[in-house]
T-cell receptor, first 115, second 114 residues
């Protein structure tokens, strides 16, 4: 079945440590890929997106993500986490079918940051 | 400032009542969407609209209805037929030029059934 998987429900890191959030998808063709962030009780904000080209994508707030076709993955990374990064992170995929901007979301990864 | 507004921020409903959630955008986007968010389940698409006076069911449309009479507005009605309406509802919009683009999200409405 077509799906987006974020294997880690919760992650806790210390401030200043590096971060990697995992995302895997199961679609036949290379979809369009997105990472969104959500602060508690708020809407979603786009961090970065991948459509084509360079597989390493830079986003806002110091985040980057790498698309690996062979692994069907689009992992989000940050070299040094700040306390303000504590939030929930969603990977989303547009499978490029259905004739509209259809986004399939993963279940999310909640990030906690220890001082 | 361009963006998406949703109102109210919090909404309480008694069982058997219909309620309407407001979504307005001034981004001049053609496409608008409604999602439902439950803990641990990510976002699920309820309805979407690519153009005024047209809308389509998403993955979980049962118990919901929408209208799109104006480009900037896409209200969602949660009817009494929705068995478990307590959730966080998010509205989004995007351009629609035949390809994919990012969706912009509103701040959400939290609906609680009493």
């Amino acid at each position: 079945a077509q799906s987006v998987t974020q294997p880690d429900i919760h992650i806790t890191v210390s401030e200043g440590a590096s971060l990697e959030l995992r995302c895997n998808y199961s679609y036949g063709a290379t979809p369009y890929l997105f990472w969104y962030v959500q602060s508690p009780g708020q809407g979603l904000q786009l961090l970065l997106k991948y459509f084509s080209g360079d597989t390493l994508v830079q986003g806002i707030k110091g985040f980057e993500a790498e698309f690996k076709r062979s692994q069907s993955s689009f992992n989000l990374r940050k070299p040094s986490v700040h306390w303000s990064d504590a939030a929930e992170y969603f990977c989303a995929v547009d499978p490029l079918s259905g004739g509209y901007n259809k986004l399939i979301f993963g279940a999310g990864t909640r990030l906690a940051v220890h001082p | 400032d361009g963006g998406i507004t949703q109102s109210p921020k919090y909404l309480f409903r008694k069982e058997g009542q219909n309620v309407t959630l407001s979504c307005e955008q001034n981004l001049n986007h053609d496409a608008m969407y409604w999602y439902r968010q439950d803990p641990g389940q990510g976002l699920r698409l309820i309805y979407y609209s690519q153009i005024v006076n047209d809308f389509q069911k998403g993955d979980i449309a049962e118990g919901y209805s929408v209208s799109r009479e104006k480009k900037e507005s896409f209200p969602l009605t949660v009817t009494s037929a929705q068995k478990n309406p307590t959730a966080f509802y998010l509205c989004a919009s995007s351009t629609w030029e035949g390809g994919s683009d990012e969706q912009f999200f509103g701040p959400g409405t939290r609906l609680t059934v009493l």
